[in-house]
């Protein structure tokens, strides 16, 4: 008997929590965002996922590295203002942050009360999520696992980018810090849901068809891109070119 009371109380618990965000989370879609009701938003989630959804749901965020020099986030500059894909929804001016060292998803939101919190978005449901124009997407792995990717171009030769950073100790005047690296960038072809690795222009040549490198080639050094160092819209065209280049062999 003390069991069962025991676990109807944790059940109850859990359930006024996962409540509790679900509201706060909606509370700002309908106020900042859209003029769909709270009820709306929980009713549409409950209709396709039943009571138990996590859909607008997630684990609160608490920033640990206030000591350290630098920070775990995808930075851009300008604007921070973000828009998500949540299951087809979208969000649009939201306060989104990419924690690319821990690989998830930051939300900041006034609760109804107008207090500050936080919280780790549930990867689930998450399409895609945009933040100072530049887009987002989840991505398989070779083992199976999920990951964001900054989508540079779609084509029959699509181009991504995985970022991360490095959280290391640094001395400095004597004394023990620790620091976050500058973003580290990982470059990869995609072709047919494939992806190719590639650090410079040598590596770069071999994700194409052989008939095809020489004339990247010469666009490369017309257009002066130098690939490890390449912006994206220096990408974007170069990648526009390269599918160019196969439609026309079509």
Avoid at 21 to 36: A, G, N, P
Avoid at 69 to 89: K, L, M, T
Avoid at 212 to 234: A, F, G, H, V, W
């Amino acid at each position: 008997m003390v069991y069962k009371i025991y676990n109807c109380m944790f059940r109850v618990l859990v359930g006024s929590l996962s409540f509790i965000l679900l509201f706060q989370f909606c509370d700002l879609h309908s106020q900042e965002t859209s003029d769909v009701s709270y009820l709306e938003i929980r009713d549409d989630a409950e209709e396709k996922y039943g009571p138990s959804t996590n859909l607008l749901n997630g684990v609160k965020y608490h920033y640990p590295y206030r000591s350290a020099r630098g920070n775990p986030f995808f930075e851009v500059q300008g604007e921070q203002d973000a828009s998500i894909q949540i299951n087809g929804r979208l969000y649009e001016k939201q306060k989104i942050k990419y924690d690319i060292y821990n690989q998830f998803i930051v939300l900041d939101f006034l609760n109804s009360s107008g207090a500050p919190g936080s919280i780790v978005l549930s990867n689930e449901w998450l399409d895609y999520l945009v933040i100072g124009g530049c887009q987002f997407k989840k991505f398989s792995d070779e083992n199976g696992s999920e990951r964001f990717g900054q989508v540079i171009f779609k084509g029959n030769f699509g181009c991504v980018y995985f970022w991360e950073k490095e959280y290391s100790p640094n001395l400095h005047d004597g004394e023990r810090h620790y620091q976050f690296s500058d973003p580290i960038r990982h470059p990869c072809i995609v072709i047919q849901e494939q992806f190719y690795p590639y650090s410079g222009k040598r590596s770069f040549l071999k994700c194409f068809p052989e008939q095809n490198q020489l004339q990247i080639k010469s666009y490369l050094k017309e257009k002066r891109i130098r690939i490890r160092k390449s912006t994206d819209l220096e990408m974007q065209s170069l990648m526009g070119y390269i599918n160019q280049l196969s439609e026309h062999e079509d």
